[in-house]
């Protein structure tokens, strides 16, 4: 049975009464014209009772339906997630039908699940959650691409600076060669061509024996200035080591003829001379390398000039790098005497290679 509002109840009821008030003070009023007045009368009191009713009852529908209460939503105990849309709206609200059978609560939540909701467009970048100042937008799927930015090329690397090269020596212009003793001489020549000096003094006392090295500084100076043989005596000629030691002839330019301490005198005469023993084959091969120190004239019967064709002949027959400029190791010292030399052993059972480590140790 439909349930009303205590307050419509009142209303009905004084409606009720008012209506039958009025009735009844109408019939009352009248005169009686004749004794069949009862009846009639109240017969057409049930008549127009019965109309004021149906009116009525059509007033307090109206009013009932103009008169809306709040509408209540019946709580879920399993709520779906929450969507913002759709909404509703008021034109929804469950008051269509008061005589329906109520069901619980206001509103009745709907059966089917929750459609999911539209999923966005394929073209909405979402907004990053990254606290970028400025975040940069990413190109959508129904434009071009977007060329990227030309990457600047990166500046060259410098290359490492190499190690500063000692400041070379001067070239030797003038005739007289640095050096006014045989062990100055050695030193001169070792700190240009990178040569041990112990190993210089080593193989000049091997190759033509030790009274050179007690030269006086005038002798030493004589001998170490170019073109001293032209007027020299022949004895200071073959003194001196200026003419072919294996033939005993002397140059033309020293006035010729020979010596008489030749060694091979029969041999294959290699023009070798000076202090070192050096060929002219030596001489000739080495003067690319001996330019930058002696750029206007060379000549093995020099002293100075003598020790820089060896230095320079011996490390480029090494075939090894030698470990620096000033000592060398045993097999390195014995290998350069080697290479000089053309073996080591010769002799009734003598080592020329041994005898020049030997003497090497020795002037350390």
Same mark, same amino acid.
């Given at each position: 049975?439909?349930?009303i509002?205590?307050?419509?109840?009142?209303?009905?009821?004084?409606?009720a009464?008012?209506?039958?008030?009025?009735?009844?003070?109408?019939?009352?009023s009248?005169?009686? =014209?004749?004794?069949?007045a009862?009846?009639?009368?109240?017969?057409?009191? @049930?008549?127009?009772l019965? =109309?004021?009713?149906?009116?009525?009852?059509?007033?307090?529908?109206?009013?009932?339906q103009?008169?809306?209460?709040?509408?209540l939503?019946?709580?879920?105990?399993?709520?779906?997630?929450?969507q913002?849309? #759709?909404?509703?709206?008021?034109?929804?609200?469950? /008051?269509?039908d008061?005589h329906?059978?109520p069901?619980?609560g206001?509103?009745?939540l709907p059966?089917?699940?929750?459609?999911?909701?539209?999923?966005?467009?394929?073209?909405i970048?979402?907004t990053?959650?990254?606290?970028?100042?400025?975040?940069?937008?990413?190109?959508?799927?129904?434009?071009?691409?977007? #060329?990227?930015?030309?990457?600047?090329?990166?500046? &060259?690397?410098? &290359?490492?600076?190499?190690?500063?090269?000692?400041?070379?020596?001067?070239?030797? =212009?003038?005739?007289?060669? #640095?050096?006014?003793?045989?062990?100055e001489?050695?030193?001169?020549?070792? &700190?240009? +061509?990178? /040569?041990?000096?112990?190993?210089?003094?080593?193989?000049?006392?091997?190759?033509?024996g030790?009274?050179?090295?007690?030269?006086?500084?005038s002798?030493?100076?004589?001998?170490? $200035?170019y073109?001293?043989? &032209?007027?020299?005596?022949?004895?200071?000629?073959?003194?001196?080591?200026?003419?072919?030691?294996?033939?005993?002839?002397?140059?033309s330019?020293?006035?010729?003829?020979?010596?008489?301490?030749?060694?091979?005198?029969?041999?294959?005469?290699?023009?070798?001379?000076?202090?070192?023993?050096?060929?002219?084959?030596?001489?000739?091969? $080495?003067?690319?390398?001996t330019? +930058?120190?002696?750029p206007?004239?060379?000549?093995?019967?020099?002293? /100075?000039?003598?020790?820089?064709?060896? +230095?320079?002949a011996?490390?480029?027959?090494?075939?090894?790098?030698?470990?620096?400029?000033?000592?060398?190791?045993?097999d390195?010292?014995?290998?350069? @005497?080697?290479?000089?030399?053309?073996a080591c052993?010769?002799?009734?059972?003598?080592?020329?290679?041994t005898?020049?480590?030997?003497?090497?140790?020795?002037?350390?």
């Amino acid at each position: 049975m439909l349930s009303i509002h205590p307050r419509i109840r009142i209303g009905i009821v004084l409606l009720a009464s008012f209506f039958v008030s009025g009735l009844i003070m109408k019939y009352t009023s009248d005169s009686p =014209t004749h004794e069949a007045a009862p009846h009639i009368q109240l017969q057409t009191l @049930a008549s127009d009772l019965t =109309t004021s009713i149906a009116d009525s009852k059509s007033s307090i529908l109206t009013t009932i339906q103009s008169f809306r209460l709040p509408a209540l939503i019946s709580f879920n105990p399993h709520p779906q997630p929450f969507q913002e849309d #759709p909404l509703i709206t008021p034109t929804e609200a469950p /008051f269509e039908d008061l005589h329906a059978e109520p069901t619980q609560g206001w509103i009745t939540l709907p059966t089917s699940p929750p459609q999911s909701p539209t999923p966005p467009s394929t073209h909405i970048i979402p907004t990053s959650s990254t606290n970028s100042t400025n975040p940069t937008p990413r190109p959508t799927t129904n434009t071009s691409p977007i #060329p990227p930015t030309t990457i600047p090329k990166p500046t &060259k690397t410098p &290359k490492p600076t190499k190690p500063p090269k000692p400041t070379p020596y001067p070239a030797i =212009t003038t005739d007289e060669r #640095p050096g006014s003793t045989i062990q100055e001489v050695a030193r001169e020549v070792g &700190k240009r +061509a990178c /040569f041990p000096y112990a190993l210089l003094m080593a193989t000049r006392t091997q190759e033509s024996g030790a009274w050179m090295n007690g030269m006086s500084a005038s002798t030493t100076k004589k001998y170490n $200035t170019y073109g001293w043989w &032209k007027s020299a005596s022949s004895g200071e000629v073959c003194a001196a080591l200026a003419y072919s030691t294996q033939s005993g002839l002397v140059p033309s330019d020293s006035g010729g003829g020979s010596c008489t301490n030749g060694v091979q005198p029969g041999a294959y005469d290699q023009k070798i001379m000076g202090l070192m023993q050096v060929s002219e084959e030596e001489e000739t091969k $080495t003067r690319k390398y001996t330019q +930058a120190t002696l750029p206007n004239s060379i000549d093995r019967r020099v002293l /100075f000039d003598n020790m820089l064709i060896y +230095a320079i002949a011996t490390r480029n027959r090494l075939g090894v790098t030698p470990p620096g400029c000033d000592d060398w190791p045993q097999d390195i010292v014995k290998l350069a @005497a080697e290479k000089h030399f053309g073996a080591c052993a010769y002799g009734n059972g003598k080592n020329y290679c041994t005898e020049v480590w030997n003497l090497y140790r020795s002037f350390k």
